[in-house]
DNA sequence: TTTGATGCATAAGAAAATTAGGTATATTTG
DNA sequence: CAAATATACCTAATTTTCTTATGCATCAAA
């Protein structure tokens, strides 16, 4: 379930990111849109998502309700207000680090 | 000596790519350089930085060679070939996951 | 009926940083 | 002159954040 490698420390901006959009969402269903709006490029494991959830939902970013859908239980997530803020924060840190990788990767020669 | 958080994973790459510029550098000099490239933003600590170098002069990425300058060491290190040859291969992977992070952080409606 | 999809979870291990030290020389500053 | 800062290397302990490998359960499809 997993390919790039270079997401590190970026899973629960993503994360939040989602839920920011507007409606709650489920673990699995996270997994699905991710790998559907990258073409396939980024495949969350469980193993990362699970944990980052918890942790999210620790921090009070995130707020769980369980539903049973189809027979079948569901952890729907939605941001706290403190969510909503972080995930301000979080996605504006996100896109500084891209710029700052593209001044590398791509420098302008007055400063390289 | 630390800022920016989200760069996991990335330190090598970067490496590669400064070196593949042409000139040799040493390990001072690559904090010192990458400090002014991006204006402050990223500082990379040299205990991510050495661990780093050492690795990739292990997987035979980088030559070595040993200076003194005003009666200090100064290790320069430059790229071998294969070296050369896998800093293409990184640059291009860190492109790409540039551009599927820019999906999630910015995507296109028709894959919202 | 067994494989795959849906849906949750955790534990062991690896990778890659941070933090916090250590050593040494040279320069700047109060 | 003494102390702080800059230059230059290094490593060990710890933390964070993944991967890999499981486990359980329901449901649909082959």
Redesign the interface.
Known sequence: MSN???????LS??IL??LA?GDKMYGYEITQK?K????G??KITEGALYPALHKLEADGLLDVEVKKVDNRLRKYYKLTEKGTKESINK?A??????E??????N?KPS??
């Not at 790039?4 to 970026?10: D, E, F, I, W």
């Not at 559907?36 to 073409?39: A, E, I, L, S, W």
């Not at 700052?100 to 990767?105: K, P, S």
């Open positions: 790039a490698k270079l997401y590190k420390g970026s901006t993503i990111k989602l959009e991710v559907k709006m990258t073409q490029e980024l996605l840190e996100l896109e500084r680090f891209i700052t990788i593209q001044g590398i990767v420098p400063l390289g």
